[in-house]
């Protein structure tokens, strides 16, 4: 985001606005965290703020401050379409691709508001008037932050916000282990904790309240997990009627294909989540070193993300896409071998 850009965006807030906030479909701490802490910057403008969320997330996020205002576009369509026609900005966050939106997509291309991104994926569409795009940022949340202060405003950050902002960072990082945790993050973590940020209790919030039937599932994910030796790769499938069994809600896969991670020599791990609602699998792709998890899923499975982070979606039926999945490896022997 150019200078001039930072300008045009201060004097465009200068004067109170319908703003509309939209993360991506199924969002997660980062896309809440993001947006949430965007929204309480914005409403110390005296702007109209709503946040719009094309469907629900997990439970586990939604204590965080002003998590009750956000509308569900699956649920509330009219009144979602009401807002963004009548909107003037819309900020885009932890997407770059209108699809990302499911059925929010079409009245989000039609829309005649000033659209600004902020986001860190790779390979951003060309659909927004002011873009903030850079892969290399831990997160959207750590994005948000250094946009406030583009626009010298960290002096308004509240504890509100900081709670937010630090729930979107932590998440997204896997509280601060991932290699995309630089010494910046963690400068603007301290500053967030300085600000109001509890990080032990946010901690204890995301990670360490989880239901009997969560820790079921996770030992039948366990039970399914599966190495490839040959290609240092291993991946955990559960299928609807083992989501069934332990009384599923979304979320409770969360890092669930870290745990395929963690495996000594593993350099790529999936898990296969077949999704009863949308009949499709939802595929998560975790990676280390410098293997391309976002190469893969863009050409193999409909999808795309970082490079060691990646999701995507398969038609084809659970064991149909599990034996996709084996079949391409080989192709990339060399690649998780180091050759």
Known sequence: MTETDILHIKQLLLQPKQIVIVPHKNPD????????????????????????????????????????????????SNKCDK???????????????????????????????????????????????YVYSDITMSSTAEMVYHFIDMLNDLSQVNDDMATCLYTGIMTDTGS????????????????????????????????DTNSYERMQLLGCALNNLKVIPEARAAYITLSKDELNKYNFKKGDTEGFVNYALSLENII????????????????????????????LSRLHFNGGGHTNAAGGRSELSLNETVDKFISILPSYYKALNNE
């Open 83 to 129: 807002l963004i026609e009548k909107s003037d900005v819309i900020f885009t966050l932890d997407f770059n691709d209108l699809s990302r939106t499911g059925d929010m997509e079409n009245v989000l291309v039609e829309s005649k508001a000033i659209k600004i991104m902020i986001d860190h994926h790779q390979q951003p569409e060309d659909y927004a008037t």
């Open 29 to 76: 701490g980062d896309a809440i965290g993001a947006s949430l802490g965007l929204y309480h910057y914005l409403q110390k403008g005296n702007h109209k703020v709503h946040i719009i969320a094309p469907n629900d997330y997990p439970e586990f996020l939604k204590w965080m401050p002003g998590e009750n205002t956000i509308l569900k576009y699956d649920n509330e």
């Open 268 to 295: 790529l791990a999936a898990i296969f989540i077949e999704d009863f609602k949308e009949n499709i699998i939802k595929i998560s792709l975790r990676s280390k070193d410098n293997f391309s998890v976002n190469e």
């Open 176 to 207: 601060f282990k991932f290699a995309s945790t630089t010494s910046t993050t963690h400068r603007v973590i301290a500053d967030l904790i300085e600000k109001g940020a509890n990080n032990a209790e946010i901690h204890n919030a995301i990670y």
